[in-house]
């Protein structure tokens, strides 16, 4: 059973820095296509970045490209999302998600989800 737990959210002016963390149990991190996703008041939950460990690959939706980091720390099981010039439409609850053959867009096929991180960017 994969147990995903993030944090790092807050509170942060715009322009300002967020990193997250998605700690990782259950399977070897590195074993699995790892994402987050984000979900503001009233709209879809949209995937954000992902990460392919074993290929090395990392994706960004457009909104967050240049801006945000995906990385992880195999060694530590956990996964990073950095945070940079952080907008007011960045505001959302933030999700990790593992799955051992997906990675992408789709939420419904991602097969683990941690439980999310409030982000709430100020203008």
């Known amino acids: 059973q994969v147990q995903l737990v993030e944090s790092g959210g807050g509170l942060v002016q715009a ?3 967020l990193r997250l963390s998605c700690v990782f149990s259950g399977r070897t991190l590195s074993s699995y296509a790892m994402g987050w996703f ?3 008041p009233g709209k879809e939950r949209e ?3 992902g990460i392919n460990w074993s290929a090395g690959n990392t994706y960004y939706a457009d909104s967050v490209k240049g801006r945000f980091t995906i990385s992880g720390d195999d060694a530590k099981n956990t996964m990073y999302l950095q945070m940079k010039s952080l907008k007011p439409e ?3 609850v933030y999700f990790c998600a593992a799955d051992q053959y997906y990675i992408g867009p789709q939420e419904a096929r991602w097969g683990s989800w941690g439980q999310g991180t409030q982000v709430t960017v100020s203008s």
């Open 15 to 17: 322009g300002g820095s």
């Open 38 to 40: 984000r979900q503001a």
């Open 47 to 49: 995937f954000v970045a």
């Open 90 to 92: 960045d505001t959302a």
